[in-house]
């Protein structure tokens, strides 16, 4: 049926729908090919991979995804992308060079698989996660729990990082994470249909040339960050970079473009910034 839908890798696919049935992993699953299940569960599994054939995100389907070896529901929320491990994973990196604790901020957060990687990584650090979207905070708040960082992580709704201000604090913070939306509102009607029609638009739209969000970070965040604080964000890819890269160290701004870093297919999509410092 998921070969038929033109599903890719639909073998794979077919596996993960009965671990999600049996609760197990794969290599449980191929280790005992010839285990029996009911007629029951078989129509269960076929009615997953019906959703699946129409088009339906699997990590919605069975209501979890995987994201840097840690399980994320992803109700209402953007599902992780393998490129946002590597964002993820440079911050990490920033981080463990750095001594001692520290407060970080995760713009954006959706599921809160950043917030909450970073979180579980470095327990001497303190987390701020921040979205517009009231359902993605509900997400993000019970992948804190199921991951047993809640008590670190403090959830903030608001349009803006102008709007945290009374919340998190003016020059308090020593590192911002940020996976914005970033796709040209024009462009999001010719992607694929799984993500077309079923993720959330609000965590896709970044409106005309897709960099509203990121200029309104680069313009409100220097305020809450510490002097010398370093900002990762997502793009969309050379395009994008090259065009916040222009805005760098432009008066009020408070933020200097430092250099790019590349996904795993060779394209220009992250970058980091840095809070100037004080004369």
Same mark, same amino acid.
């Given at each position: ?53 129409? $088009? ?45 604790? $520290? ?124 002097? $010398? ?51």
């Amino acid at each position: 049926m998921l070969s038929d839908a033109g599903i890719y890798q639909p073998f794979i696919e077919a596996d993960r729908i009965i671990c999600h049935l049996l609760r197990e992993d794969r290599a449980s699953l191929h280790a005992h090919p010839e285990r029996l299940i009911s007629p029951r569960e078989a129509e269960f599994v076929m009615n997953l991979a019906a959703r699946r054939a129409r $088009g339906e995100p699997l990590a919605y389907i069975i209501g979890f995804s995987l994201f840097l070896d840690r399980e994320f529901m992803v109700e209402s929320t953007l599902i992780p992308r393998p490129e946002t491990e590597i964002l993820t994973s440079l911050a990490d990196e920033y981080i463990k060079k750095t001594s001692g604790s $520290g407060i970080l901020a995760d713009w954006c957060t959706g599921s809160g698989c950043i917030a909450v990687t970073l979180a579980a990584r470095n327990p001497r650090w303190s987390v701020y996660a921040a979205d517009s979207n009231q359902a993605a905070l509900l997400t993000a708040s019970a992948n804190c729990r199921f991951h047993s960082v809640r008590e670190r992580v403090t959830l903030i709704e608001c349009e803006s990082p102008a709007e945290a201000l009374q919340i998190v604090g003016e020059a308090s913070l020593d590192l911002v994470v940020s996976n914005p939306p970033y796709i040209p509102t024009a462009v999001i009607d010719t992607l694929e249909r799984q993500v077309r029609d079923y993720e959330p638009r609000v965590a896709l739209d970044g409106g005309i040339d897709g960099l509203d969000v990121c200029r309104l970070m680069l313009v409100e965040l220097p305020r809450l960050m510490k002097d $010398g604080a370093a900002f990762f964000i997502e793009t969309g890819g050379a395009g994008q970079v090259s065009e916040l890269a222009n805005l760098s160290g432009q008066a009020g701004r408070g933020l200097d473009f430092i250099r790019s870093f590349e996904d795993h297919r060779g394209i220009d999509r992250f970058m980091l910034w840095i809070k100037s410092k004080k004369e």
